[in-house]
């Protein structure tokens, strides 16, 4: 049985003793057995003083068999903090969380083989197999490509409403922009778009999926395809085309991997980064990103393969306005009324016009335009009622005695005319009938 105090000796330090040891007979010189041992001659004297003093151990590190000088001595308190405040964290953000809040320094590594040994915690961050893709390069230049999609969640855990965050991508640079909106729709994804191109610029392109917002389902007749008629588009559809901005449809969710892992991470760390500050509403949140995303890009931004970026300048602030709308054609009444979305307009200006355009801006105002004209009008809140019909009198229902069942006499020719008889009468009509 082995001592507990041996400490075994590996391969390469017992060949580096035996160099040292025909150094000291002198049989070596220090610059020899540099060259056999790969160190400067410096490291040979010191191995030589060391071998002499202590020994064949003299070969080893002097923490060999000790406990390291980096251990950390607060496991117990990290594992019981894990799993009263940080329970659901990954170990890389758990690290983080308790450098900043608790000022515990602990690797993320060291940190993951304690929770995989510690069997009272679910290891639900670990990761899955998942099938095999093909890479796509990412776009050389800045704007190039910029990926768009909205992810509805439990952002705040119960805490505020469900709400939806509409999130871009750069391809080339991973660079982010989120914000949140009560549901994913066209006026949340111009909205979000404005603030996208008012701190970036316009993109050359925007990686989107194949959600009715951002492409049409709707699908040309033969007669339609034969007239020439352009394919239908949505309104966010049609305001991104007039900013010069090209809409390519991913076909999975793989497609537009990045802006997925994206989303996976927001859901990580974003929900829990929001947890820690108490966030509870949609106006706070969007505080929240503000300052979170400067950071964020900072940190998780990769420089791109080209320096120039293709992003463009909006020049006037007015013409995102009429691009970035829901724009709907309307009759003009004769009464100059214009009926929109279940409310009545009365025109205040006169007009040849028969049609007017209608803009439903993104701040929720509405635009009447006839001509390229702006008209002035006002909204009709009250609509005097048509009158009722005169009531009709109800009808007065006459109800009569019941009629008493008729009993017909013994004598009766329905009495004399039996079942019997009658099925004699037909045996002899088909005698008189099979002479024939």
Not at 97 to 119: G, P
Not at 253 to 280: C, H, N, W, Y
Not at 287 to 296: G, M, R
Not at 396 to 408: G, L, R
Request: charged share 35%; aromatic share 8%; proline share 4%.
């Amino acid at each position: 049985m082995a001592r507990k105090d041996i400490i075994s000796m590996s391969r390469e330090e017992s060949k580096k003793l035996s160099i040292i040891k025909q150094v000291i007979a002198k049989k070596l010189t220090w610059k020899e057995a540099s060259k056999f041992m790969e160190v400067s001659m410096r490291q040979i004297a010191r191995t030589v003083i060391r071998v002499k003093l202590f020994g064949d151990d003299g070969i080893m590190h002097r923490l060999r068999g000790k406990p390291s000088n980096r251990r950390c001595n607060e496991k117990e308190k990290i594992l019981k903090l894990y799993k009263t405040k940080y329970e659901d964290f990954g170990p890389t953000l758990a690290s983080e969380k308790l450098f900043e809040i608790n000022k515990i320094a602990i690797s993320d590594e060291t940190l993951r083989k304690w929770l995989v040994a510690d069997q009272e915690v679910e290891c639900s961050w670990q990761r899955k197999g998942r099938k095999h893709r093909k890479w796509r390069e990412r776009k050389a230049h800045c704007g190039e490509m910029v990926q768009m999609d909205g992810s509805h969640h439990d952002w705040f855990e119960g805490r505020g409403p469900e709400c939806c965050l509409m999130g871009y991508i750069d391809d080339a640079t991973s660079r982010t922009f989120a914000r949140f909106y009560t549901y994913e729709g066209t006026i949340p994804a111009m909205d979000s778009f404005r603030k996208y191109i008012r701190k970036n610029g316009i993109p050359h392109s925007l990686y989107a999926d194949r959600h009715t917002t951002y492409r049409s389902t709707g699908k040309l007749s033969i007669e339609e395809e034969l007239a020439g008629k352009e394919k239908p588009q949505t309104q966010f559809e049609r305001a991104v085309g007039e900013l010069g901005v090209k809409i390519i449809p991913a076909y999975s969710p793989q497609a537009k991997g990045r802006i997925e892992r994206q989303f996976r991470t927001f859901q990580d760390r974003v929900i829990k980064e929001m947890r820690l500050m108490g966030i509870s509403s949609i106006e706070e949140a969007n505080k929240f990103l503000e300052n979170y995303l400067p950071v964020y890009n900072k940190r998780f931004s990769v420089v791109p393969k080209e320096k120039a970026d293709v992003h463009r300048s909006v020049s006037k602030e007015a013409q995102l306005d009429r691009i970035l709308c829901i724009r709907t054609n309307h009759v003009l009444r004769n009464d100059f009324t214009v009926a929109h979305e279940g409310k009545l307009y009365q025109v205040a200006e006169h007009t040849k016009c028969k049609k007017v355009l209608v803009e439903e801006r993104i701040n929720g105002t509405i635009k009447i335009y006839a001509a390229k004209k702006s008209l002035k009008y006002k909204q009709i809140t009250e609509i005097p009622k048509k009158q009722s019909p005169l009531e009709k009198k109800p009808k007065i229902k006459v109800t009569s005695a019941p009629k008493k069942k008729h009993i017909p006499s013994k004598d009766h020719p329905w009495r004399k005319f039996t079942f019997g008889k009658r099925i004699k009468q037909q045996g002899v009509l088909e005698q008189h009938y099979a002479q024939y």
